[in-house]
């Protein structure tokens, strides 16, 4: 730059410049909020550019600096402090860009001001609280619109699309245990179990009835007493005393609205007409009435004892007879593809007589409606509904396919578990009639070793076959200690004891491990 061509500007210069500017007139419509160049300066409603200045390089000056002048000439303490502000305002602006975006929204759209919102008259309020609760809900509690999960599907019904609504739909309940597939799901329970936590009561009962977790066996957590003990005994579990009045009253109640379910009542027993008077109408005290109204099962029942302990073993009849005669279903239908398709109950059964296990007789041990047995196929011939009335629960029982299959695999369980229990004390007789033939001397026992131990039986003539597991046909485990005095036999079973989980055989006895 010439500084005899350009002289240098002074202030007043500038500011007479500035004002002529059309910025200067519209200074807070078009103001930015953030500089990231030297900022402007204002002064009596003007606004300055910072202007450079000629330096003078004479000797006289300091650093290329001149000392202050009146006269115009470089004001040192000026620089200084436009040097201040620009640092100032390098560092605000490096910080905003450093930390402003973690508090934009927090500190800079949140004090945004919103323009007001309209009105809403009182229906469009509720909606707009509806809508929030829908949308705030879980998965689980919006299901009750949309399909299962496909993996869930898959895990207990085998298919990922369900194709037998009354099967696996959500409203279906294939294990008749009061749940539907959707409450289920949303409980975490087995649909194709109606007992879940093994604890006597079904998953229904204890979510409607009882209010006891269908997961958790001990649902108090003591390891003594099931949730089944402490409802037959009339305990409270929440208190661990009996229940009062106002509790009970609270069970029967639901008891009466919800009604109960397999294996509830097998397992309550006697408790259902003791404690509960289960099946008699509540009069409006909250108390038993105390004597139940004329009806058609009572009169059917005229001439017939009506103790607890009879109804009961009417019933354990009933269910047994209608329990073999669904497993009769299901072996006639494995050889025919269809179910006999007549409505008539003895007509039915004499067509899947060859398929039972014992003989069963399809009359009801009472023989007057209500307590009847009933047959219907389904109209695609690949169901059935079989029902009987229930004396102890005054309500009908219905079983269906799925039912009976369950029962199928429980009876041939059983039948497995049976043949192994025979298998390993047969192998544990010959074992021991081999080892007194094999000990000599102070030896009290000598058993083979587990490589030979089938050969050497079946030469010692103690045994005729070596058994397998009748299912997988396996071995079964076989093993003897270093010095060869001690021997175990283990076989798993399909349906033990609850607490185990197979047979065992040593040289002193056998039992449940």
Not at 338 to 357: C, G, H, L, Q
Request: charged content about 25%.
């Amino acid at each position: 730059m010439d500084p005899e061509k350009n002289p240098p500007q002074t202030q007043e210069d500038v500011l007479r410049a500035a004002s002529a500017t059309p910025a200067a007139k519209n200074l807070h419509e078009d103001e930015p909020q953030v500089y990231n160049v030297m900022p402007r300066l204002l002064h009596k409603n003007n606004v300055s550019q910072p202007v450079m200045e000629v330096v003078d390089n004479s000797p006289n000056s300091i650093d290329g600096l001149q000392s202050a002048s009146p006269a115009g000439g470089v004001n040192f303490i000026k620089i200084l402090k436009i040097a201040i502000l620009t640092v100032a305002v390098l560092g605000l602006g490096y910080a905003g860009y450093r930390f402003g975006p973690k508090y934009y929204k927090q500190f800079f759209l949140a004090s945004k001001t919103a323009a007001p919102a309209p009105a809403q008259t009182a229906d469009q309020s509720t909606q707009s609280t509806q809508d929030q609760v829908q949308a705030t809900s879980s998965p689980d509690q919006n299901a009750n619109n949309s399909a299962l999960p496909s993996d869930w599907l898959k895990k207990y019904f085998g298919v990922d699309v369900c194709d037998k609504p009354t099967e696996c739909g959500p409203d279906a309940d294939p294990d008749l245990d009061g749940l539907t597939n959707l409450e289920e799901y949303q409980q975490g329970t087995d649909p194709n179990n109606a007992d879940s936590d093994g604890d006597g009561l079904s998953d229904g009962d204890e979510v409607h009835v009882f209010l006891s977790n269908p997961l958790k066996k001990y649902s108090n957590n003591d390891p003594k007493y099931t949730d089944a003990d402490y409802f037959k005994g009339g305990y409270d579990l929440t208190t661990t005393q009996l229940m009062t009045p106002d509790r009970l009253l609270e069970i029967k109640t639901r008891m009466s609205d919800k009604g109960l379910h397999p294996p509830t009542i097998a397992t309550l027993g006697d408790a259902l007409q003791k404690i509960y008077n289960f099946g008699s109408p509540l009069d409006t005290s909250g108390q038993q009435a105390s004597s139940t109204p004329s009806s058609t099962p009572d009169q059917a029942l005229d001439g017939f004892e009506v103790t607890p302990a009879a109804q009961q073993d009417r019933d354990a009849q009933r269910t047994t007879t209608i329990k073999n005669i669904g497993i009769g279903l299901i072996k006639y239908y494995d050889n025919n593809k269809s179910y006999p398709n007549t409505t008539d109950f003895k007509e039915m059964y004499d067509a899947i007589r060859v398929f039972m296990k014992v003989a069963t007789n399809p009359q009801d041990p009472v023989n007057k409606a209500p307590y009847v047995y009933t047959y219907a196929p389904s109209a695609a011939g690949d169901d059935f509904t079989l029902a009987y009335y229930s004396e102890v629960v005054r309500q009908t029982i219905k079983k269906h396919a799925a039912d009976a299959q369950k029962d199928k695999a429980t009876e041939e369980a059983a039948i497995y578990d049976d043949q192994r229990i025979n298998d390993l004390k047969r192998l544990q007789t010959a074992l021991l009639l081999y080892s007194s033939k094999q000990a000599a001397g102070n030896q009290d026992n000598v058993f083979p070793s587990a490589e030979k131990y089938k050969t050497e039986l079946l030469v010692s003539g103690d045994i005729t076959d070596i058994p397998t597991d009748p299912k997988t046909h396996n071995d079964y485990e076989y093993k003897v200690n270093d010095t060869f005095n001690t021997f175990t036999l283990k076989a798993v079973l399909d349906n033990p004891p609850t607490g185990s989980t197979g047979y065992l055989c040593n040289q002193l006895n056998c039992d449940y491990y």
